[in-house]
């Protein structure tokens, strides 16, 4: 009888503070501004929040707050417009935030054959783009409701906590990816469910909770703090997207920005020698 337990296996990838130094959802508030989209005041309130979130990370019901705010500021927004704003202004906003660390992360998980995954509770506008910067295998995001064209304000998939492990699994289950043999990479307490569906969880710059929780589980810790462009990291480089970017099936748009992951592609590996890198074991 032919052995059927799944041999692949990936490396998942939180966005927010594990693979970009802000939050990706906040950081086009002020491009949607001058697109007309939001008045002062809200990009005023998107800085503060941004300034909470980087300090000391968000907590449940903050991300809750987060998640009602979003959807009831992006209703009625044309999605198209949203699209083409996030395209116009990504390499200026996103590219400079990326951190090395994580960009080379990403590099020798693909060098080692595995699928890269982003599991993001920002939406697929915004995700889709930065996973085309830097060419992603799947995405996980969330999804909000379009009605002729615009956001009807109600969310479809929210991938946050729990559903972000269901989403894993469901993944795993579809692409043959043996969790045990996979990676997990999150800042955040409130992705603990993600970190615990795989056999090597990381914390990378965790808020308070997850630096307990990864300290009583004996997790290994990752400091990530050396944002860089990427045409900085290799000179010429051609930012060209991977083949295979399936997104449409756990895909999804959230209120201000979209998260697709887009995996780093195939690139020299790093000489550099780092405290993180040789705790990975990748």
Request: proline letters at 4%.
């Amino acid at each position: 009888m032919d052995d059927l337990r799944p041999t692949r296996t990936a490396a998942f990838f939180d966005l927010d503070k594990t693979i970009i130094a802000k939050s990706s959802t906040l950081a086009f508030s002020r491009s949607f501004y001058q697109g007309g989209l939001i008045n002062r005041r809200t990009v005023l309130r998107s800085a503060y929040a941004q300034f909470v979130y980087l300090v000391g990370g968000a907590d449940h019901d903050q991300m809750e707050r987060m998640r009602h705010y979003l959807s009831s500021m992006a209703t009625g927004w044309d999605v198209q417009q949203v699209k083409d704003i996030v395209s116009e202004t990504l390499h200026e906003l996103i590219d400079p935030i990326i951190y090395d660390e994580a960009a080379t992360l990403i590099e020798e998980h693909h060098l080692a054959g595995r699928d890269v995954v982003i599991v993001s509770s920002s939406g697929a506008e915004v995700v889709e783009p930065i996973g085309a910067m830097l060419g992603a295998d799947r995405v996980v995001a969330t999804r909000m409701v379009v009605a002729e064209g615009r956001y009807s304000g109600e969310i479809e998939f929210y991938a946050y906590g729990p559903t972000k492990a269901e989403a894993i699994r469901a993944l795993a289950a579809a692409e043959g990816y043996d969790l045990s043999g996979s990676y997990a990479y999150s800042d955040s307490a409130t992705d603990l469910p993600m970190l615990e569906a795989v056999g090597h969880p990381y914390a990378v710059n965790p808020d308070r909770a997850l630096r307990r929780e990864a300290a009583t589980r004996q997790w290994p810790l990752l400091v990530f703090t050396k944002p860089v462009r990427l045409r900085d990291r290799i000179p010429n480089m051609s930012l060209r997207p991977r083949p295979a970017l399936a997104a449409a099936a756990l895909s999804a748009g959230a209120a201000t920005a979209g998260l697709v992951w887009f995996a780093a592609r195939r690139r020299a590996r790093s000489t550099r020698s780092t405290r993180w890198r040789t705790r990975t074991g990748v």
